[in-house]
């Protein structure tokens, strides 16, 4: 429990004389529209929700194309103003998006499949026929499996549904890259495998409810099954049990959210600007070269060329785009949920603020960290080394942002296997498996030493210190994780000791 000083502490005086001083006080009550009762009142009204309606759909305009920025932001306030259609709202908006994208190609279903077809020399039927065809089979298995789940909790799948759903996984990617299956099946396998991979883990979310006694109906259970605001491979909103906690219970809660909801939009796009900005001012007017670039350069010998100065701006630019990146996609996919009523915590919350690995953790991807603790961490906390607390703590951690993180990934990516072999995707993978094994490392012993009573300190130096800490083991590992799979880890290896003057 962290002591809050009183409200007339020295402590407290000091912050507010500050805050005074510094303007940070009056910027907030400027930016805090949203605890204001008159702008809460307008919102409501028809005059209101059109101002947010335009705005809103500005504002996604940075993400989607005009139309389909206004489709989204319409079905969200739709879902938020029609109680009495909400679940259907909820179901054809989200299957809707999903048939959009795969017929405008706007993902990289048809492509993939059609790589395979390439492959396997089919060219009988369309990659979008194939993409329909998978999508409808896992739209019947996924509504049977919730209704057989629901029936009978004793089955697997309903006690382990991440198991189940891996072990699904496994068996299609395994048959996919069999030699005996070629031709029609190996391309109809590999669409299904394409079309369920990314649904795998907001699957799991509604297995795992099902064994609730106040479950979700199977219509809103589809409906959040990748809903339409989080086309991603990751639950921005976790699962039905999750959303139906969050969702605003009077008609003041729902203004409130959705005006948080267009104001996270809006800096959403402050942030992708930020990023736009420290790319043309670093990379292309004072040539700082890209962290893939600074690699090839060291790689090639030409180090002279390449100042030590280069290369740790090369790895720190790299660091802060992607940061702001992931940032800018939280932001966008949290800030249509909220404008359909789910008051959902932000994804990325103050990150420079943490003062130890693990806060960061928390703050940098907040709903990846909740699917690693809900499908990784509580299971092995809840039975692995009951009698030995300390190492229960970091065996628990280490599965989750370790091999919960690794398994996360190397999923996201598994459309890689028809162009480099299932043999050659796991190679080029190592990087990244290492930094899951340093990252789990460091967490797990941030969480070890939380535990025994190590806290920061709050001082001015003891802030910087954990601030340096942090961002310094962020940084450095960051070189094993950006996501590129062009050097082996020896390589980064070398490049990063080449930062630190070890050659």
Known sequence: MSFQPAADSPARARTGRRRVFFGKGNLRDLLAIDERQQVVAAAQTWFGQLAIFLVAALAACSFEDWWLAGLLVALAMAYARLPKYRDWILLG?????ALLALCLAQNDIQENIRQMMVVENVDALSPLALGLLAMATFVVGAWSVLAISRRDKTLFVARRPVLALLGVEVVLCGLCSLSAIAGLPRVLL???????TPYLWFLAYALADQRSRDASPPIFQMGVLRPFWSPTFLPFGKGAAFLRKTFAKSPEDLAVAQIKGVKLLLWANVLLAMKIV???VFQDQLQVPSLAAAQDAFLAQQSQSQSLAQ???AVILSTATYSLQIAFWGHFFIGIARLA?????????????SKTLMEYFNRFHYYFKELLVDFFFVPTFFKMFRGHPRLRLFFATFMAAGVGNAIWHFLRDIDLVVTMGLGGVLASFESYAFYCLVLATGLGLSQVRMNMGFKPSLSLAGRLRSFLFVWSFVVCLHVF????????LGERLAFVGSLFGVS
Do not use: Y
């Not at 908006?93 to 998006?97: F, M, P, Q, V």
């Not at 009523?341 to 603020?353: E, K």
């Open 311 to 313: 290369a740790w701006a």
């Open 341 to 353: 009523g789910f008051r959902l915590p932000r994804s990325t919350w103050r990150p420079l603020g």
């Open 190 to 196: 590999w669409s299904l495998l394409i079309v369920f």
């Open 278 to 280: 420290l790319v043309r």
């Open 481 to 488: 994780s950006d996501g590129s799979r062009s050097h082996t």
């Open 93 to 97: 908006g989200t299957w809707t998006a």
